[in-house]
């Protein structure tokens, strides 16, 4: 079963290998020297790091070490100071979310942001707002090409619904649902945006380990079936060393370790701030 209609090209460039031995294509994201302040409150301090076509790219750090707010500036959330970030070689110093999103960028969030009254189905539509051409009045009315609209638009749900396995699940208001499989119902939302990257901001956060293998192996299946590319804040290092490709480290909004999982877990740095006491 085919989500994301146009995978990304994986083949511009000499392409590299990420740890799971996935090819990986050229940069996609390009964050160069971002800054971010809240009155006299630095949230992140010239951070700069990049991201590959096809890759899992994991943002890992200690609470409060600016990973989220990194998260927000990618999206357009939040506007920084100083810095930019450049997707597919267009450079934007400001965007807001729309525009971030028109440009192949979805977004889950760390609290969950779904209509808890409404179905797993209509809060998985929501995702494809974007893709609407018809005016309000036609959706509206049902009528004609608007309704022939909402029928491609709804099959191409009801495709995500099976592919996170959720069937059973589909006319079920989503606040009556446990929270791992909320957390599967924010994907799908995303994933109806048919992006070419995908934001997760702490998508196993709450979890229990049957949880948290059902959602890695969504992501892996995202990233390997239709060529999305990942970036994914997450604090199970479990997690993290075993699927991705690349792992940038943060600390008090600034950047302390970059690299293969490998050259992370063993950066003196990183073990100090975040990973513990190395023997």
Known sequence: MKIISEPAAMNAGPPGSGSSGRKLGEVILDVQNISLA?????ALTDISFNVREHEIRAIIGP???????????????????QGSISFRGRTFHHMNSRQVAEMGVARTFQNLALFKGMSVLDNIMTGRNLKIRSNLLLQALRIGPAQREEMRHREFVEHIVDFLEIQAFRKTPVGQLP???????????????????????EPMAGMNV??????CRFILDVNDEFGTTVVLIEHDMGVVMDISDRVVVLDYGRKIGDGSPGEVRDNEDVIRAYLGTSH
């Open 210 to 215: 049957e949880e948290k293998q059902d959602m």
């Open 179 to 201: 929270y791992g499989l909320q957390k599967r119902v924010d994907l799908g939302r995303a994933l109806a945006m048919e992006p070419q990257v995908l934001l997760l901001d």
């Open 63 to 81: 609470n409060g070490a600016g990973k989220s707010s990194m998260l927000n500036c990618i999206n357009g959330v939040y506007q920084p100071q």
């Open 38 to 42: 809240f009155g006299g409150v630095k």
